[in-house]
């Protein structure tokens, strides 16, 4: 792909000329800086992360238990709605790309950056929750660094999902707090 930042095509008839060139590419247009290839291979393992995040949130909100344990089952529940929706927006953008993205259980535990650990009780699940999301908002921020200005589209994607991802670990940090009764946050 050539290199076309720092110019300004104001026009129309030489960007009308471009869309027509390289159709097949579909959304990858000769303005594209980055490495098709590698953002898509990094996609997948987002991908990845996002379906074990939509199946433990799943699991946790079937199988919380204890006293208070409707309002955390609700919440890892809506959780998990939002995980799919990040889990599809990926999937999306890796279509876009011209990739096929990778439903395939098989490896889903190796090309995830978060793990999936069912926990012993409610807290636990809470805890797990938690660390999982951390994972997420560090690896979202680093990818967005990481994609900048040469896939615009990718880190706006990826920023709208780090947004949800603090929101989640913000949530999880607040039942944290509440089921163990003292504040965890250092002041």
């Not at 996609?43 to 909100?61: D, F, K």
């Not at 947004?163 to 707090?177: F, I, P, R, S």
């Amino acid at each position: 792909m050539s290199d076309n930042r720092g110019t300004f095509i104001t026009d129309v008839e030489t960007l009308r000329e471009r869309a027509r060139q390289h159709l097949g590419r579909g959304a990858v247009t000769s303005t594209y800086s980055g490495d098709v290839s590698k953002t898509i291979e990094i996609l997948q393992n987002v991908l990845a992360t996002e379906i074990v995040c939509v199946l433990r949130y799943t699991m946790h909100s079937i199988a919380a238990a204890g006293i208070s344990s409707e309002a955390v089952k609700a919440e890892f529940a809506q959780h998990a709605k939002e995980e799919q929706e990040h889990m599809t927006a990926v999937a999306e953008r890796i279509n876009q790309l011209g990739g096929r993205p990778n439903f395939s259980p098989e490896g889903l535990a190796t090309r995830s950056a978060s793990q999936y650990v069912e926990g012993e009780n409610l807290v636990d699940m809470i805890k797990e929750n938690l660390i999982a999301e951390r994972i997420a908002i560090d690896h979202y921020r680093e990818l967005v660094r990481y994609f900048g200005d040469n896939d615009p589209g990718t880190r706006v994607m990826l920023e709208g999902i780090l947004v949800v991802e603090e929101e989640h670990a913000n949530d999880m940090h607040d039942l944290l707090v509440n089921h163990e009764g003292r504040p965890m946050l250092e002041r």
